[in-house]
């Protein structure tokens, strides 16, 4: 099968961030299982995301995309061309936009609310809609009043890529110190403000404990000075956006990985750290329960559970390594390979359901 993906995330670790990462390891697997797969992308940017956003949407009118077996478009991208064209429109949404908004403010929820009202019209107008959880797809349901049925694939992580990645790195955990790994964009609902009163709370109690911390964002600024007002210096290293290579390396040579956020249409970096055989201590908020194994979890926003899981973790080596089997045996589930066969048998569902022709998992059109 021909497929065509629409999107205007940027094609980058560092500014896609999980969006990208997903969308890249889907048309490799895909392309794995015998199909082609051509990204359309904008040729144009603007300093202003949104409205590059609407400009490349705008500019799929003029696309002739009639030689592709189906078109997917992501997140909001294919609004405008969804449902006018004999090729099938599939709506993959990664994140509902709607329900990540609630946690900005300002200029910024105000160009998420643009783009969430382009999203539900994306929805409205496919032939049907892929989404990466069941929490995201109630969401769906509920912010953009979406009646139909919504196929859940969930994300993917090419596992024999990332232990490839992980194999290369020669850095090992420091015995004489208890690492706390986490990934993620700087955005308010990540909640990296909760991570670092946790630290706080730790502080005296863990004298070996620290705090690694890659990425960036909008947020930097504020939580840079809430550490800096907590006398974090010393126990929290503020890593910056790394390599994949260094990446890996972080990941092997951490103890435990916390992702504190209370909103995840999936999270991927939860995939990579129960991939590299480490526990991982989470807020049971949104996606995150889906992902993850029940134990690993904690109340969200509650920076005294935070720290009393990571507490329980540095006290108990057992436990340590009971997460660590029981993430590494969940993580099975989402191989890419896997996965990528869940994603053409929901693409068939829809096109079946449409009355368009159905294709197989081997790249053929029956």
């Given at each position: 099968m021909k497929f065509c993906f629409l999107t205007s995330t940027p094609q980058n670790v560092t500014a896609g961030s999980g969006t990208f990462r997903g969308i890249h390891v889907l048309a490799s697997a895909l392309r794995g299982l015998g199909h082609s797969v051509e990204v359309v992308t904008p040729e144009k940017h603007c300093r202003i995301f949104t409205l590059e956003r609407l400009r490349f949407n705008e500019s799929l009118r003029r696309q002739d995309l009639s030689r592709f077996d189906l078109v997917v478009g992501f997140d909001l991208d294919g609004y405008r061309i969804a449902g006018r064209g004999r090729t099938p429109h599939v709506a993959a949404i990664k994140g509902v936009i709607a329900d990540e908004l609630r946690f900005e403010r300002g200029i910024t929820r105000t160009m998420l609310s643009i783009q969430a009202a382009c999203e539900r019209l994306h929805v409205q107008r496919a032939a049907g809609v892929i989404t990466t959880s069941e929490y995201a797809a109630e969401q769906l349901k509920r912010l953009y009043r979406f009646p139909q049925p919504v196929h859940v694939v969930p994300e993917m992580l090419d596992l024999a890529q990332w232990r490839e990645l992980l194999d290369s790195s020669e850095v090992a955990p420091d015995p004489n110190m208890f690492s706390v790994l986490t990934v993620c964009r700087f955005y308010p609902r990540k909640r990296l403000d909760l991570l670092l009163r946790a630290a706080a709370l730790l502080r005296e109690r863990i004298g070996n404990l620290r705090f690694r911390i890659v990425g960036g964002g909008p947020e930097s600024k504020r939580l840079r000075e809430l550490s800096s007002a907590l006398r974090l210096e010393g126990m929290v290293e503020w890593l910056g956006d790394v390599t994949q290579a260094r990446l890996a390396a972080e990941y092997t040579s951490c103890d435990v990985f916390c992702l504190p956020s209370l909103q995840e249409g999936f999270g991927i970096v939860l995939l990579e750290a129960m991939a590299a055989g480490k526990p991982v201590v989470a807020a049971r908020a949104a996606a995150i329960p889906e992902v993850v194994p029940e134990p690993c979890l904690v109340e969200p926003g509650d920076a005294q559970a935070l720290a009393s899981a990571i507490e329980q973790l540095y006290r108990s080596p057992d436990r340590r390594c009971a997460l660590a089997e029981r993430g590494s045996a969940r993580v099975q589930c989402f191989?890419?390979?896997?996965?990528?066969?869940?994603?053409?048998?929901?693409?068939?569902?829809?096109?079946?359901?449409?009355?368009?022709?159905?294709?197989?998992?081997?790249g053929t059109s029956l």
């Open positions: 191989d890419a390979p896997k996965v990528a066969v869940q994603f053409v048998d929901a693409v068939n569902s829809i096109v079946h359901s449409t009355r368009q022709p159905v294709f197989t998992n081997a």
